[in-house]
Protein backbone atom coordinates (compact mmCIF):
# COMPACT_ATOMS: atom_id res chain seq x y z
CA UNK A 1 0.00 0.00 0.00
CA UNK A 2 1.07 3.71 -0.62
CA UNK A 3 1.02 5.22 3.05
CA UNK A 4 1.88 8.68 4.83
CA UNK A 5 3.27 7.80 8.04
CA UNK A 6 2.24 11.26 9.36
CA UNK A 7 4.24 12.80 12.01
CA UNK A 8 5.97 15.66 13.91
CA UNK A 9 3.16 19.05 14.01
CA UNK A 10 3.09 22.06 16.67
CA UNK A 11 2.47 20.17 19.71
CA UNK A 12 4.88 19.56 22.81
CA UNK A 13 5.14 16.36 21.71
CA UNK A 14 6.79 17.14 18.12
CA UNK A 15 9.87 15.65 18.88
CA UNK A 16 8.77 12.13 20.09
CA UNK A 17 6.20 11.72 17.09
CA UNK A 18 9.03 12.53 14.91
CA UNK A 19 10.45 9.26 16.95
CA UNK A 20 7.24 7.17 16.62
CA UNK A 21 6.92 8.16 12.90
CA UNK A 22 10.48 7.29 12.10
CA UNK A 23 10.10 3.65 13.29
CA UNK A 24 6.84 3.05 11.90
CA UNK A 25 7.66 4.34 8.53
CA UNK A 26 10.80 1.95 8.75
CA UNK A 27 8.70 -0.97 9.51
CA UNK A 28 6.16 -0.88 7.18
CA UNK A 29 8.71 -0.48 3.79
CA UNK A 30 10.41 -3.44 5.56
CA UNK A 31 6.75 -5.12 5.30
CA UNK A 32 7.19 -4.40 1.63
CA UNK A 33 4.67 -0.97 2.11
CA UNK A 34 5.54 1.96 -0.13
CA UNK A 35 5.62 4.08 3.27
CA UNK A 36 6.89 7.92 3.38
CA UNK A 37 7.67 9.96 6.26
CA UNK A 38 5.82 13.67 6.59
CA UNK A 39 5.98 16.48 8.48
CA UNK A 40 2.19 17.61 9.08
CA UNK A 41 2.79 21.41 9.99
CA UNK A 42 5.80 22.01 7.81
CA UNK A 43 4.89 19.29 4.81
CA UNK A 44 8.08 18.94 2.34
CA UNK A 45 8.53 20.94 -1.02
CA UNK A 46 11.29 18.75 -2.34
CA UNK A 47 9.55 15.41 -3.06
CA UNK A 48 7.58 14.78 -6.47
CA UNK A 49 4.21 14.56 -6.27
CA UNK A 50 4.33 12.37 -9.89
CA UNK A 51 6.75 9.94 -7.83
CA UNK A 52 5.71 10.44 -4.48
CA UNK A 53 5.95 6.88 -2.95
CA UNK A 54 9.13 5.25 -4.46
CA UNK A 55 10.81 2.07 -4.30
CA UNK A 56 13.95 3.85 -3.10
CA UNK A 57 13.74 5.63 -0.27
CA UNK A 58 15.99 6.89 3.31
CA UNK A 59 13.53 6.92 6.00
CA UNK A 60 16.15 8.49 8.02
CA UNK A 61 16.84 11.06 5.79
CA UNK A 62 13.59 12.35 5.32
CA UNK A 63 13.61 12.26 9.73
CA UNK A 64 16.41 14.46 9.58
CA UNK A 65 14.82 16.99 7.37
CA UNK A 66 11.66 17.24 9.50
CA UNK A 67 13.83 17.73 12.50
CA UNK A 68 15.82 20.84 11.13
CA UNK A 69 12.83 22.28 11.03
CA UNK A 70 12.42 22.57 14.43
CA UNK A 71 13.88 25.94 14.76
CA UNK A 72 11.59 27.56 12.61
CA UNK A 73 8.95 25.72 14.69
CA UNK A 74 8.24 29.77 17.48
CA UNK A 75 8.19 32.29 14.55
CA UNK A 76 6.14 29.55 11.91
CA UNK A 77 3.31 29.13 14.79
CA UNK A 78 3.34 32.46 15.85
CA UNK A 79 2.00 33.83 12.08
CA UNK A 80 -1.62 33.62 12.14
CA UNK A 81 -2.24 32.98 8.63
CA UNK A 82 -0.14 30.01 8.48
CA UNK A 83 -2.29 27.32 7.41
CA UNK A 84 -2.11 23.85 10.33
CA UNK A 85 -1.15 21.48 6.89
CA UNK A 86 2.18 21.80 5.76
CA UNK A 87 3.03 21.99 1.99
CA UNK A 88 1.72 19.38 -0.08
CA UNK A 89 0.69 17.57 2.68
CA UNK A 90 -3.28 16.85 1.91
CA UNK A 91 -1.98 15.95 -1.82
CA UNK A 92 -0.08 13.46 -0.39
CA UNK A 93 -2.84 12.08 1.91
CA UNK A 94 -5.04 11.92 -0.57
CA UNK A 95 -2.98 10.11 -3.08
CA UNK A 96 -2.25 7.66 -0.08
CA UNK A 97 -4.78 4.33 0.41
CA UNK A 98 -4.26 5.44 3.75
CA UNK A 99 -2.41 7.79 6.36
CA UNK A 100 -1.01 6.11 9.86
CA UNK A 101 -1.22 8.79 11.99
CA UNK A 102 1.87 9.34 14.41
CA UNK A 103 1.00 12.91 15.57
CA UNK A 104 0.75 12.90 19.62
CA UNK A 105 -0.76 15.91 22.06
CA UNK A 106 -2.59 19.22 20.72
CA UNK A 107 -3.21 19.58 17.00
CA UNK A 108 -2.90 16.15 16.37
CA UNK A 109 -4.34 13.44 18.65
CA UNK A 110 -7.26 15.85 19.87
CA UNK A 111 -9.79 15.06 16.95
CA UNK A 112 -9.16 17.87 14.87
CA UNK A 113 -6.88 16.61 11.77
CA UNK A 114 -9.61 13.37 11.90
CA UNK A 115 -12.44 15.48 11.33
CA UNK A 116 -10.75 17.46 8.35
CA UNK A 117 -9.62 13.77 7.00
CA UNK A 118 -13.21 12.80 7.34
CA UNK A 119 -14.44 16.12 5.26
CA UNK A 120 -11.72 15.17 2.72
CA UNK A 121 -12.56 11.65 2.42
CA UNK A 122 -8.85 10.45 3.82
CA UNK A 123 -8.50 7.42 5.43
CA UNK A 124 -6.29 7.40 8.66
CA UNK A 125 -5.41 5.30 11.58
CA UNK A 126 -6.76 5.34 14.93
CA UNK A 127 -10.08 6.09 16.12
CA UNK A 128 -12.84 8.85 15.30
CA UNK A 129 -12.52 12.86 15.78
CA UNK A 130 -15.22 12.03 18.60
CA UNK A 131 -12.82 9.34 20.61
CA UNK A 132 -9.84 11.42 19.95
CA UNK A 133 -11.13 14.59 21.30
CA UNK A 134 -12.76 12.88 23.82
CA UNK A 135 -9.34 10.75 24.75
CA UNK A 136 -7.38 14.06 24.51
CA UNK A 137 -9.42 16.05 27.20
CA UNK A 138 -8.89 14.47 30.23
CA UNK A 139 -11.70 15.80 31.98
CA UNK A 140 -14.32 14.92 29.86
CA UNK A 141 -12.55 11.59 30.11
CA UNK A 142 -13.17 11.53 33.69
CA UNK A 143 -16.76 12.66 33.06
CA UNK A 144 -17.15 9.92 30.65
CA UNK A 145 -15.79 6.91 32.05
CA UNK A 146 -17.43 7.61 35.88
CA UNK A 147 -20.93 7.57 33.78
CA UNK A 148 -19.74 3.98 32.58
CA UNK A 149 -18.83 3.02 36.11
CA UNK A 150 -15.33 2.79 35.49
CA UNK A 151 -13.42 4.10 38.55
CA UNK A 152 -11.76 7.55 38.14
CA UNK A 153 -9.46 9.62 41.15
CA UNK A 154 -11.57 12.10 43.11
CA UNK A 155 -11.02 15.41 42.09
CA UNK A 156 -12.11 18.78 40.18
CA UNK A 157 -11.44 20.42 36.80
CA UNK A 158 -10.57 24.22 37.47
CA UNK A 159 -10.42 26.95 34.69
CA UNK A 160 -7.81 29.68 35.16
CA UNK A 161 -9.04 32.80 36.62
CA UNK A 162 -12.30 31.60 37.15
CA UNK A 163 -12.99 28.47 39.44
CA UNK A 164 -12.00 28.65 43.16
CA UNK A 165 -8.41 26.90 43.71
CA UNK A 166 -8.85 25.96 47.05
CA UNK A 167 -8.79 22.37 47.43
CA UNK A 168 -10.70 22.74 50.72
CA UNK A 169 -13.52 23.32 48.84
CA UNK A 170 -13.71 20.01 46.52
CA UNK A 171 -12.91 18.20 49.59
CA UNK A 172 -9.04 17.00 48.43
CA UNK A 173 -6.24 17.20 50.69
CA UNK A 174 -1.92 16.86 50.04
CA UNK A 175 -0.73 15.12 48.16
CA UNK A 176 -2.94 16.05 45.25
CA UNK A 177 -1.92 15.78 41.69
CA UNK A 178 -2.05 18.71 39.36
CA UNK A 179 -2.54 18.09 35.53
CA UNK A 180 -3.39 20.01 32.45
CA UNK A 181 -6.39 18.92 31.15
CA UNK A 182 -5.19 18.37 27.32
CA UNK A 183 -1.59 17.75 27.75
CA UNK A 184 -0.10 14.35 26.81
CA UNK A 185 2.88 12.40 27.70
CA UNK A 186 3.00 13.69 31.39
CA UNK A 187 3.62 17.37 30.36
CA UNK A 188 2.21 19.24 32.93
CA UNK A 189 1.58 17.00 35.02
CA UNK A 190 2.57 17.54 39.13
CA UNK A 191 2.54 15.44 42.64
CA UNK A 192 2.39 18.12 45.05
CA UNK A 193 2.49 18.22 48.30
CA UNK A 194 2.21 21.72 49.98
CA UNK A 195 0.56 24.26 49.09
CA UNK A 196 4.20 26.13 48.00
CA UNK A 197 4.22 23.21 46.15
CA UNK A 198 0.65 23.77 44.63
CA UNK A 199 0.93 27.18 43.78
CA UNK A 200 4.11 26.55 42.09
CA UNK A 201 2.05 23.72 40.26
CA UNK A 202 -0.67 25.86 39.46
CA UNK A 203 1.10 28.76 37.90
CA UNK A 204 2.97 26.32 36.32
CA UNK A 205 0.38 24.34 34.19
CA UNK A 206 -1.85 27.20 33.72
CA UNK A 207 1.09 28.85 31.22
CA UNK A 208 0.42 25.38 29.62
CA UNK A 209 -3.16 25.70 29.43
CA UNK A 210 -6.36 27.19 30.55
CA UNK A 211 -7.84 24.16 32.02
CA UNK A 212 -6.32 22.06 34.84
CA UNK A 213 -7.47 19.23 37.00
CA UNK A 214 -6.46 18.84 40.32
CA UNK A 215 -7.48 15.21 42.11
CA UNK A 216 -6.40 12.97 44.50
CA UNK A 217 -2.58 11.12 44.36
CA UNK A 218 -3.33 7.28 44.33
CA UNK A 219 -0.24 5.94 45.53
CA UNK A 220 0.63 2.34 44.58
CA UNK A 221 1.40 0.35 41.27
CA UNK A 222 0.96 2.13 37.31
CA UNK A 223 -0.44 0.12 34.84
CA UNK A 224 -1.31 0.43 30.94
CA UNK A 225 -3.23 -1.58 29.04
CA UNK A 226 -3.66 -1.36 25.16
CA UNK A 227 -7.09 -2.33 23.47
CA UNK A 228 -7.20 -3.31 20.04
CA UNK A 229 -10.82 -3.89 18.14
CA UNK A 230 -12.48 -4.09 21.72
CA UNK A 231 -10.07 -6.59 23.19
CA UNK A 232 -7.40 -5.61 25.28
CA UNK A 233 -3.68 -6.62 25.44
CA UNK A 234 -1.50 -8.08 28.27
CA UNK A 235 -0.90 -5.91 30.80
CA UNK A 236 2.28 -3.64 31.40
CA UNK A 237 3.33 -2.31 34.98
CA UNK A 238 5.81 0.93 34.52
CA UNK A 239 7.98 1.22 37.88
CA UNK A 240 9.94 4.29 37.50
CA UNK A 241 13.41 4.22 38.80
CA UNK A 242 13.16 7.72 40.22
CA UNK A 243 10.16 9.86 40.66
CA UNK A 244 6.95 8.96 38.55
CA UNK A 245 6.18 8.02 35.47
CA UNK A 246 6.85 11.48 33.79
CA UNK A 247 7.84 12.92 30.22
CA UNK A 248 12.07 12.05 30.89
CA UNK A 249 11.50 8.62 32.39
CA UNK A 250 9.10 7.77 29.68
CA UNK A 251 11.04 8.80 27.03
CA UNK A 252 14.66 7.57 28.50
CA UNK A 253 16.09 4.31 27.50
CA UNK A 254 16.26 2.32 31.01
CA UNK A 255 14.39 4.60 33.76
CA UNK A 256 11.45 2.35 34.27
CA UNK A 257 11.25 -1.44 34.41
CA UNK A 258 8.65 -2.60 32.31
CA UNK A 259 6.76 -5.64 33.47
CA UNK A 260 4.77 -7.57 30.55
CA UNK A 261 2.71 -9.42 31.13
CA UNK A 262 2.60 -7.81 34.66
CA UNK A 263 2.47 -9.69 37.88
CA UNK A 264 -0.90 -10.00 38.92
CA UNK A 265 -2.81 -12.12 40.32
CA UNK A 266 -6.08 -13.43 37.72
CA UNK A 267 -9.07 -11.80 39.02
CA UNK A 268 -7.09 -8.64 39.00
CA UNK A 269 -6.03 -8.79 35.46
CA UNK A 270 -9.67 -9.71 34.45
CA UNK A 271 -10.70 -6.74 36.00
CA UNK A 272 -8.20 -4.38 34.85
CA UNK A 273 -8.59 -5.53 31.44
CA UNK A 274 -12.34 -5.48 31.76
CA UNK A 275 -12.18 -1.35 32.79
CA UNK A 276 -9.78 -0.88 29.89
CA UNK A 277 -12.10 -2.24 27.93
CA UNK A 278 -15.07 -0.36 28.83
CA UNK A 279 -13.07 2.76 28.63
CA UNK A 280 -12.70 2.00 24.78
CA UNK A 281 -16.40 1.73 24.47
CA UNK A 282 -17.15 4.50 27.06
CA UNK A 283 -15.23 6.59 24.46
CA UNK A 284 -16.92 5.09 20.97
CA UNK A 285 -13.58 4.10 19.80
CA UNK A 286 -13.10 2.63 16.72
CA UNK A 287 -9.97 1.32 16.27
CA UNK A 288 -7.75 1.27 18.95
CA UNK A 289 -6.58 3.21 22.54
CA UNK A 290 -4.40 2.94 25.14
CA UNK A 291 -5.29 2.83 28.77
CA UNK A 292 -3.23 4.05 31.81
CA UNK A 293 -4.38 2.99 35.57
CA UNK A 294 -2.88 2.65 39.15
CA UNK A 295 -3.74 0.34 41.54
CA UNK A 296 -3.26 0.88 45.30
CA UNK A 297 -2.34 -1.21 48.29
CA UNK A 298 -5.37 -2.21 49.19
CA UNK A 299 -5.80 -3.60 45.17
CA UNK A 300 -8.35 -0.64 44.21
CA UNK A 301 -7.75 0.09 40.27
CA UNK A 302 -8.35 3.73 39.06
CA UNK A 303 -8.56 4.81 35.43
CA UNK A 304 -6.03 7.91 34.74
CA UNK A 305 -6.35 8.42 31.32
CA UNK A 306 -6.47 6.94 27.68
CA UNK A 307 -4.51 7.33 24.73
CA UNK A 308 -6.24 7.39 21.28
CA UNK A 309 -2.67 7.37 19.47
CA UNK A 310 0.20 6.06 21.43
CA UNK A 311 3.44 6.29 21.52
CA UNK A 312 5.68 4.13 18.96
CA UNK A 313 8.59 4.61 19.91
CA UNK A 314 11.33 1.84 21.14
CA UNK A 315 10.70 2.46 24.51
CA UNK A 316 6.77 2.98 24.58
CA UNK A 317 4.46 0.73 25.83
CA UNK A 318 1.57 -0.93 23.65
CA UNK A 319 4.41 -1.79 21.27
CA UNK A 320 5.42 -4.18 24.48
CA UNK A 321 2.47 -5.39 24.74
CA UNK A 322 1.68 -6.68 21.54
CA UNK A 323 4.96 -8.28 21.82
CA UNK A 324 3.87 -9.81 24.49
CA UNK A 325 0.80 -11.10 22.54
CA UNK A 326 3.04 -12.23 20.05
CA UNK A 327 3.12 -9.69 17.83
CA UNK A 328 6.80 -7.96 16.65
CA UNK A 329 7.23 -4.63 15.94
CA UNK A 330 5.95 -4.90 12.27
CA UNK A 331 2.93 -7.07 12.51
CA UNK A 332 1.77 -4.75 15.10
CA UNK A 333 2.19 -1.71 12.93
CA UNK A 334 0.34 -3.80 10.29
CA UNK A 335 -2.43 -4.69 12.89
CA UNK A 336 -3.17 -0.88 13.57
CA UNK A 337 -3.69 -0.65 9.52
CA UNK A 338 -5.48 -3.70 9.49
CA UNK A 339 -8.42 -2.40 12.31
CA UNK A 340 -8.10 1.02 11.03
CA UNK A 341 -9.27 0.19 7.09
CA UNK A 342 -11.88 -2.19 8.75
CA UNK A 343 -13.67 1.04 9.41
CA UNK A 344 -13.75 2.03 5.99
CA UNK A 345 -15.12 -1.56 4.98
Known amino acids: ???????????????????????????????????????????????DLMNAFPDDYDVDKAALYIRSMNPKLKSATANPQRSFFGLNVLSLCRMADIVFLTLHGSNGEDGR?????????IKYTGTNYTSSALSMDKSMTKLML????????RGTTVHR???????????????????VACGGSSVGVYIVYNEEEYEKALEEAFKLEPTVIIEE???????????IDGKALPIIEIAPKKGFY???????????????????????????QAYAEGCYHALFTDAYLRVDF?????????????????????????????????????SFCEKLLEVSLAKYR
Open 294 to 330: MMNADGDIYCLEANSLPGMTPTSLMPQEAAAAGMDYG
Open 217 to 227: YIKGREFSVGV
Open 161 to 179: GVDSIHIEDYGLHFPIVVK
Open 246 to 272: DYKNKYTPGATVDTCPADLTPDITRKM
Open 113 to 121: VQAAFDLMR
Open 146 to 153: AAHNIPVP
Open 1 to 47: MKIVVLCGGTSTERDISIISGTGVCKALRERGHAAILLDVFFGDGQI
